[in-house]
């Protein structure tokens, strides 16, 4: 139980494309969800705070212009780099969490983490 | 900064000895601690837990103990196996303006030895 997946789970991009990256919550409902990255060797960085169905809360340093995030539904929630360039090159992770109850695999209090997206900007 | 730094505090151990992998969290309000375990090209899973109304909580071969005086957390291995090489963070939940959020620590990678 409690399973978050993420699509794609790596992809490389020219620079100045966009990149959405996906994350669902299979088996619960996702009152929040999270966007962490992490460049190598070092720590999660959590970008940005989503509740579904109003904006994202991002956090200090994050440009809410270029990573835009959309939760439009309690299992679903999108990132979308815009025109990336190298240095958003990145590990991309999500979680979720969920104050609604109901599942009983499901702990209020915990996030559930997503298996990651690898992104390469060439 | 907050977790700057490319190089990774590292614990290597033998296969079968007891691993304890240390962790100083930052905000004395924090209360809800978790540890977690990446491997390579993974997500964080979930280790264990604490909230910060107690000082130890066992799992599964695993132990974690919460210090709030200065602020510090442990996660005990018991009987290191190769399959918990990975890296080791821990993260503190920090109430932040009503809200709360995971800030997570530097890491420990974790290598065992055969």
């Known amino acids: 139980g409690a399973v978050v997946s993420q699509h794609p789970s790596r992809v490389i991009c020219k620079s100045g494309t966009s990149v959405k990256i996906e994350c669902r919550s299979l088996d619960f409902q996702a009152t929040t969800m999270f966007w962490y990255r992490q460049f190598p060797k070092q720590s999660l960085m959590l970008m940005a705070t989503?509740?579904?169905?109003?904006?994202?809360?991002?956090e200090q340093g994050v440009e809410k212009d270029k990573f835009l995030i959309n939760h439009a539904s309690l299992t679903l929630s999108t990132l979308t780099v815009t025109s990336a360039h190298p240095e958003d090159s990145s590990f991309y992770i999500c979680?979720?969490?969920?104050?609604?109850?109901?599942?009983?695999?499901?702990?209020?209090?915990?996030?559930?983490f997503g298996p990651g997206t690898r992104l390469l900007v060439l | 900064g907050e977790n700057v730094g490319l190089h990774l505090p590292t614990l290597s151990v033998q296969e079968g000895d007891n691993s304890i992998i240390n962790c100083a969290y930052s905000n004395s309000a924090s209360d809800y601690f978790i540890w977690y375990k990446q491997e390579s090209g993974k997500g964080p899973q979930f280790i264990i837990d604490i909230r910060s109304n107690m000082d130890k909580r066992q799992g599964q071969r695993v132990t974690v103990l919460l210090n709030k005086t200065v602020k510090h957390l442990s996660l005990q291995i018991a009987a290191t196996q190769p399959g918990d090489s990975a890296v080791y963070f821990c993260a503190e939940n920090m109430p932040q303006g009503g809200s709360e959020k995971l800030v997570f620590g530097k890491g420990t990678k974790l290598t065992v030895n055969p």
């Open positions: 989503s509740n579904e169905g109003s904006k994202a809360t991002y």
């Open positions: 979680s979720a969490s969920s104050l609604a109850g109901g599942a009983s695999w499901v702990d209020q209090e915990t996030q559930y």
